[in-house]
Structures are given as C-alpha cells and as structure tokens.
C-alpha cells in the first residue's frame, strides 16, 4: 500500500513538472519609472538586486524556479508584487498613486518589511537583503521624489481621491 503512494506520488510530481506558469519576461519598459524619477547607479543595483525581480516586467529566475510547484509560487509571488508596484508600469498611474506609492515604498523600507523575508529566507537572494545604508538610500530618493512632485504639482493633486460607494441596482 506504501509502494502505490509513493508511486502515486511520483507520477504527481513527474506529471506536474509539465503544467508550467507563465514567466515574467516581457521586459517592457514604456512606462517605466527611471523615465520621470531621476534615479541614480548605486539606487539602481539597489533596486536591480532587491526589488526589481517583483517589482518590474523583468525577472530574473533561480535555477528553481523550473521545478513545480516552485515554479507556481513563484509566479504568484511575483504577480502580487507587480499588483502592488510595478516599476515598469510607474507611470501609467495617476500622478496620486504614484506619490502614494512612493510613500509605502518608504513605509515598507522603513519597517524592514521589503524585501520580503520570504525572498532572502535560508541565505537565498542574499544579496537583496538590503543594509541600514541601502534603505536609507531608497527611503531618501523616495523622499525627494515626493518632495519634487510637490513641487511640481498642486496639493490636491496629491492626494488620493476616495471613491463613493457603488449603488446597487435591484
């Protein structure tokens, strides 16, 4: 009875290994970020390393991330990433989301709650678990982007809007 579990589980994992999820590769950068926001070499390889693998059109994938269902958790994790902020999309937002999101990209570096501990768990992607002078640097360039943009912008402008509820129709 061991035997055919165990059997029945390979045949799982073998089988699976061909049900593959689309990667994140199109690398399009239209409306990418660097294109308004003066971003500088060192902030660069900062958020090359960090950020962008979840946070861009383009990742770049560990040996891993062929292997299911790696490969599905991985995929999702890098969809709700780019659902939450996309530096390759930046400004396609309204100027408001984009100041928003300036703002809880300096909240979430703030609380150490980026990168993701899932991401360096066990030494993985070491090089992305950022330093006191790493985050300082991206918690400071958000700062005087914010800081440009209300110079540029009026306040209003800034602010997110709330949205009325929907009415539903009977």
């Excluded at 994992?13 to 239209?30: C, Y």
């Excluded at 390393?49 to 383009?58: F, G, I, L, M, R």
């Amino acid at each position: 009875m061991l035997k055919k579990i165990a059997i029945g589980l390979l045949v799982i994992l073998i089988v699976i290994q061909f049900i593959r999820p689309e990667k994140n590769l199109s690398d399009d950068q239209t409306f990418n970020i660097e294109k308004k926001y003066a971003i500088n070499t060192e902030l660069k390889e900062v958020l090359s390393v960090a950020c962008n693998d979840c946070h861009s059109n383009k990742t770049v994938y560990p040996w891993y991330a062929n292997v299911q269902p790696m490969a599905w958790f991985l995929a999702d994790h890098v969809e709700e990433g780019k659902r939450e902020l996309n530096f390759s999309t930046f400004l396609k937002m309204p100027v408001a989301v984009q100041n928003h999101k300036l703002d809880e990209t300096i909240e979430m570096v703030e609380k150490k709650e980026m990168p993701l501990k899932s991401y360096t768990f066990l030494g993985l992607h070491k090089e992305a678990d950022l330093t006191d002078q790493q985050r300082e640097l991206i918690i400071t360039w958000a700062k005087n982007q914010m800081n440009i943009l209300k110079e540029q912008y009026p306040a209003d402008s800034l602010v997110m809007k709330r949205r009325a509820p929907q009415k539903k129709e009977i």
